[in-house]
């Protein structure tokens, strides 16, 4: 190889090389400010304000607001269990302090939905984008186990998506 062909290919490594650290930083300064990160959901206008009761929901009722786009957040109960029990007292809560009013579906119900694609096993809660379920919590899941047990827990996993 000539010694003017290895000097082109020097050079053609240094942009390769500027160009990959360069790529490299536009992903690293986009990953800290959160470009990667679950996209927050906007509640329709009419699910802010003061409300500390939970407005009931069907399955055809669920089906309307998914069919009309709506954003929402949907807690599924179940009577009788202590589960249940104290995740509707998380999400009373976090109503109260967040200003938003939340939907109450029977797993009953849930079963007869669309929702169901999604939600399994009760309790749980549903955040709804635009008609399309953005994050819900799995009861069998450890990895949302911390958001039943601890009030913390739950508003920081809520927190991630409103």
Not at 71 to 84: H, R
Not at 128 to 140: F, N, T
């Amino acid at each position: 190889m000539s010694a003017e062909k290895k000097k082109q290919m020097g050079v053609l490594g240094l942009i390769v090389a500027l160009v990959v650290v360069l790529f490299g930083g536009v992903l690293f300064v986009g990953a800290a400010s959160g470009w990667f990160d679950n996209p927050k959901v906007t509640l329709d206008p009419e699910y802010y304000g003061e409300g500390t009761q939970m407005m009931d929901l069907d399955a055809g009722g669920y089906e309307e607001l998914v069919g009309a786009k709506k954003s929402f957040v949907v807690f599924v109960d179940q009577g009788g269990c202590t589960t249940a029990d104290r995740l509707r007292e998380y999400v009373t809560d976090y109503m109260g302090e967040a200003g938003i009013k939340v939907y109450r579906m029977m797993f009953e119900q849930v079963k007869e939905s669309s929702l169901h694609d999604y939600v399994k096993y009760y309790p749980s809660v549903a955040i709804v984008s635009k008609g399309h379920v953005m994050g819900y919590l799995r009861a069998d899941s450890d990895e949302d186990a911390a958001a039943y047990n601890d009030y913390g827990a739950f508003k920081a996993w809520i927190s991630k998506y409103l």
